[in-house]
């Protein structure tokens, strides 16, 4: 192991810490990196028997449903307050940086709410489906679980992600520009199946689900997605869904913003054309450079970003490094993803680890070496349709820097002598 | 004939009918879930579309728009549908699309006036959704219209009758999505090695430096 930033010889984070303070401004005190790891004790260590070797620990009944250490307390979802007017109506971002494989744990997966979080009584819970159907159906949640099931990972993605950089690096930490995803495995229902039951109208061409939310959340999805992969889910990672995420049931879109994928479900009516709704219309459309917008952009585009290192996950350690990231996309599975630590001069492939499901996320890795130089850091994937993830500045020739999302732009991070990293863009 | 093959047979008769019955999407039934009766859907079928379907009966003049506006709406949005703090701009904000910072209002960017029904009437006011009645709502909506002079007439009332004569302005400038809009790797196989010689840092977030502290968001 290489030795950095320590005068005993030893790298902690605190030593670590101490020399990027005394380097270039205090990382703690701007409270860009995670709080320091427990004091480090030496009659805990070899050669001496720490004390979780001698004694009992806590009894099976003490812990019934099972938290994170207490040590890893700063793990946890993050706002930015000053970005909406209300808690209720806001967004919270997955600590990206402190994970790792491509499951989002369902306590880390990000917020949106627009009316805060609908408490639902699931015995009260129905789901009614209407419009353009032979017979208009209610469901109970014990009906909903009669039907045949299946179980799929996938992403969901806020298209505002990543949306506060279209002028310029803003936010330090891939938590605030990138942790707008998450990624769990559902298990629910075919949409398919809960349509058909109420029987499609020959002119059906659009579903349009709604939320039972204090907003009332509604989107108009085309028939053909809807029949296509769109599923009600129950659970999100072999559990019940949890409140905030739309419990009892939630629309899942695969590969598509995730505003689409309505949570708190009460209702889906079923029409010959779009309704343009309020998250349709106003909101979750592309405003472009001459004035025009685009409207229903639905797709995900490809997208990846290095998660480790990151303005809150510094480098600790000169020589052996992993640097490790996560790549999507909306359109399939990620082929191929590659590695600059030159800003661009130089590329590697990384390397995949772990399942590639369609419309998931996939993990990458890349072990190298650090001599301690500064490094520009990004990534850069394609996806199996063959589309390569743009630079930001490609995007802006094409979109200008108004259009608030789908900004899937490469991802630069400068990467200091002290280790210390922070969101940059490069030419 | 074995029982099994005339199982097999029985079958395939019987998909061969389910095919040539089935109209457009005919399937399997489940026998699941009970039938809504209209009451129940009357009650929950809110929605509006910008032709007017699923529109209330119901009317409502910017006189008595403004008075509901003032006091369930104005706290957020401004007297004047100018928004308060980061709640939306509701009014204003023409002539802005394309510049450096465009003002997205129900005038200047809403395509379509029956969303606006729609959303109040789902979602507003903030906190106490669904509390306005179908002429409290028309009313409202007319004052929206009238704050961003899509309107002029004081005395306009706005009903189920005379709702999709109103247009807004902005309707034409909806386009359709235009992705991929950037290379393929089939255009551009990306370079891997000497791809440029000098890079240089443009931009740096700590400059800007808006990023939250830990210990304030606990």
């Known amino acids: 192991m290489s030795e950095t930033g320590s005068s005993k010889g030893r790298t902690t984070r605190r030593g670590f810490l101490t020399g990027a303070a005394a380097v270039g401004g205090s990382l703690a005190a701007t409270g860009l990196v995670r709080p320091a790891m427990a004091e480090s004790d030496p009659e805990n260590q070899p050669p001496n028997v720490a004390d979780w070797s001698k004694y009992l620990g806590e009894g099976v009944d003490a812990r019934p449903y099972g938290t994170p250490s207490e040590y890893e307390s700063h793990v946890v979802r993050r706002n930015v307050a000053w970005l909406t007017a209300s808690p209720e109506s806001s967004v919270n971002f997955t600590p990206l940086h402190e994970l790792d494989g491509i499951i989002t744990p369902n306590g880390l997966c990000f917020e949106r709410h627009h009316s805060g979080i609908a408490e639902v009584v699931p015995s009260d819970f129905r789901l009614m489906i209407n419009g353009l159907v032979d017979k208009p159906l209610i469901f109970t949640m014990e009906d909903i679980k009669r039907f045949p099931r299946t179980n799929k990972v996938y992403f969901l993605e806020c298209a505002a992600n990543s949306g506060m950089e279209w002028r310029g690096a803003q936010l330090n930490g891939c938590q605030f520009t990138h942790g707008m995803i998450h990624c769990v495995m559902y298990t629910g229902v075919p949409l398919k199946h809960i349509l058909e039951e109420a029987g499609l109208k020959t002119n059906a061409k659009w579903i349009m689900p709604e939320g039972g939310d204090a907003s009332g959340m509604n989107r108009s999805i085309p028939l053909e997605k809807a029949l296509d992969d769109c599923m009600l889910a129950f659970a999100m990672n072999g559990e019940a869904l949890r409140p905030e995420q739309g419990y009892p049931l939630r629309l899942v879109v695969p590969g598509w913003e995730g505003n689409m994928w309505v949570k708190w479900l009460r209702r889906i009516e079923v029409g010959d054309e779009p309704w343009h709704a309020r998250e349709e219309t106003s909101k979750y459309t592309d405003l472009m450079e001459d004035g025009r917008a685009r409207r229903f952009t639905w797709a995900m585009d490809c997208k ?124 | 004939m074995s029982r099994s093959a005339r199982a097999a047979v029985s079958a395939l008769l019987f998909s061969t009918a389910l095919v040539f019955s089935s109209p457009a999407v005919q399937a399997e039934s489940f026998g699941l879930g009970r039938l809504a009766t209209p009451e129940e859907i009357a009650a929950w079928d809110i929605d509006v579309r910008p032709d007017g379907q699923g529109l209330p009966e119901g009317r409502g003049g910017v006189m008595t728009g403004e008075e509901i506006y003032q006091e369930r709406c104005a706290s957020c949005h401004g007297e004047f549908g100018e928004g308060s703090g980061r709640w939306p701009v509701l009014a204003g904000g023409e002539d802005t699309l394309d510049t450096e910072d465009p003002v997205k209002t129900i005038g200047s960017y809403w395509p379509y006036l029956s969303t606006v029904f729609d959303y109040v009437n789902r979602a507003m006011p903030f906190g106490d959704a669904q509390s306005l009645t179908p002429d409290e709502t028309y009313a ?54 000497d791809c440029k010689a000098e890079v240089e840092i443009t931009a740096r977030a700590r400059i800007i430096d808006v990023t939250p502290d830990e210990d304030a968001a606990d």
């Open chain 2, 140 to 193: 409202v909506v007319a004052y929206i219209l009238y704050l961003n002079d899509i309107v002029e007439d004081e005395e306009f009332e706005l009903s189920k009758e005379n709702f999709t004569t109103v247009r807004l302005p902005n309707e034409v400038n909806f386009i359709e999505d235009a992705r991929p809009d950037t290379a393929k790797v089939e255009q551009a196989e990306p370079c891997m090695s």
């Open chain 1, 304 to 427: 990846s970003v290095v998660t480790n290192p990151s303005p809150q996950a510094p480098l600790l350690h000169k020589g052996r490094n992993v640097l490790s990231g996560l790549a999507w996309s909306g359109r399939g599975t990620v082929d191929r993803v590659d590695i600059t630590l030159d800003g661009g001069k130089n590329w590697r492939h990384a390397r995949i680890d772990g399942p590639s499901f369609d419309k998931s996320v996939h993990r990458f890795y890349y072990e190298f070496d650090w001599n301690g130089e500064p490094l520009l850091v990004q990534s850069r994937a394609i996806d199996s349709t063959g589309y390569l993830q743009p630079t930001k500045n490609e995007l802006r020739a094409v979109r200008g820097t108004n259009s608030i999302y789908h900004n899937n732009g490469i991802q630069t991070w400068h990467v200091r002598e002290n280790g210390e990293v922070e969101n940059v863009e490069i030419s």
